[in-house]
Nanobody
Framework: QVQLVESGGGLVQPGRSLLLSCVVS????????MGWYRQARGKLRELVAE???????TYAESVKGRFTISRDGAENTVYLQMNDLRPEDTADYYC?????????WGQGTQVTVSP
């Protein structure tokens, strides 16, 4: 069973930074892509950033220039560096691993951006 474990969430003030980490229980290159999604209260889950097996990255328009997704194959870890955080970034953030049409999810980590 694939396991994804996120960490790094918390409460921060606007303009500050957070680094989210996601450790995968197996070789991350077994998957077509790895990504971060978020779900704010009362809203649908949305893609934040994704990195495919070839290293190509995709970002939501709302986070371009502020968030960076990266990976460490030796550690089977995917990161989301979040800079210049805004109150609208407040959400539960979920790590995702996708193999063909199958999605695997972590348990989520909460990010709250508030003065």
């Amino acid at each position: 069973q694939v396991q994804l474990v996120e960490s790094g969430g918390g409460l921060v003030q606007p303009g500050r930074s957070l680094l989210l980490s996601c450790v995968v229980s197996e070789n991350m290159f077994n998957f077509n892509s790895m990504g971060w999604y978020r779900q704010a209260r009362g809203k649908l889950r949305e893609l934040v950033a994704e990195i495919n097996i070839g290293g190509r990255t995709t970002y939501a328009e709302s986070v371009k220039g502020r968030f960076t997704i990266s990976r460490d194959g030796a550690e089977n870890t995917v990161y989301l560096q979040m800079n210049d955080l805004r109150p609208e970034d407040t959400a539960d953030y979920y790590c995702n691993a996708r193999l063909l049409r199958t999605d695997y999810w972590g348990q989520g980590t909460q990010v709250t951006v508030s003065p």
